[in-house]
């Protein structure tokens, strides 16, 4: 209900500060993740990708980590900036027209 | 280039009425998704079209929800009749080709409420 829904893991940054947002996947098969950015009433939007035969990959202010030893994925976000306040989403996918499984998202709120 | 275009933004029916849902996907995308997000939780998938072969459609509820994608390009996401529990963001997105690395793009959504 919408009671559940409100618990969002909640994580508040101070401006200018990185930010480090993680999420745990389950399938071991996984070899695609995406980390999606949603603001109020908007829907996701792409902002970085990694293929799981890369651990590391950097985009602007954006890195993402991918551990597949512990099935742990990370979104770093450097100086943080009030207009990175959103829900972050990860995804995952495994090899063939498999359905891409969003997890449990993850407030950003940055304090100005 | 214009992105995924959704219409209507919102829509508030009561229940048992029927509802419709628009999707103009991104030009030259030829795969077509529709997602459910409940408050707080990630979309969950609903139907997949690659062109206008419903390729995916095993999370729609049938009995109350259809979709169509004819000539391949616009969708649109029916539910007749509609429940309380429909109450929710449905979203479209779309992306070159099918699942496996082709990233997905998606649209504002429709936020229906169902009183």
């Known amino acids: 209900g919408e009671s559940v829904g409100l618990h969002l893991p909640t994580l508040s940054v101070q401006e200018g500060d990185n930010s480090i947002i993680n999420c745990a996947y389950s399938?071991?098969?996984?070899?695609?993740f995406i980390w999606y950015k949603q603001e109020s009433g908007k829907g996701p939007q792409f902002i970085i990708d990694i293929r799981s035969n890369m651990d590391k990959r950097q985009g602007q202010r954006v890195t993402v980590l991918l551990n597949k030893t512990v099935k742990h994925l990370s979104l770093q976000i450097a100086a943080t900036q009030p207009g990175d306040s959103a829900v972050y989403f990860c995804?995952?996918?495994?090899?063939?027209?498999?359905?891409?499984?969003f997890g449990k998202g993850t407030r950003l709120s940055v304090i100005a | 280039e214009a992105g995924v275009v959704q219409s209507p933004r919102y829509k508030i029916i009561e229940k048992k009425q029927p509802v419709a849902f628009w999707c103009n996907p991104i030009?030259?995308?030829?795969?077509l998704y529709w997602y459910l997000q409940n408050l707080g939780q990630g979309p969950e998938l609903l139907i997949r079209?690659?062109?206008?072969?419903?390729?995916?459609d095993s999370q729609l509820p049938k009995d109350r929800f259809s979709a169509e994608r004819l000539k391949g390009v616009d969708s649109t996401l029916k539910i007749q009749p509609a429940e309380l529990g429909d109450s929710a963001v449905y979203l479209c997105a779309s992306s070159l080709g099918p699942l496996g690395g082709a990233v997905q793009f998606f649209g504002p959504g429709t936020r229906l409420t169902v009183l």
């Open positions: 995804a995952e996918t495994s090899p063939g027209n498999t359905p891409l499984v």
């Open positions: 030009s030259g995308h030829n795969t």
């Open positions: 079209y690659e062109n206008e072969e419903a390729v995916d």
């Open positions: 399938n071991s098969a996984s070899d695609y």
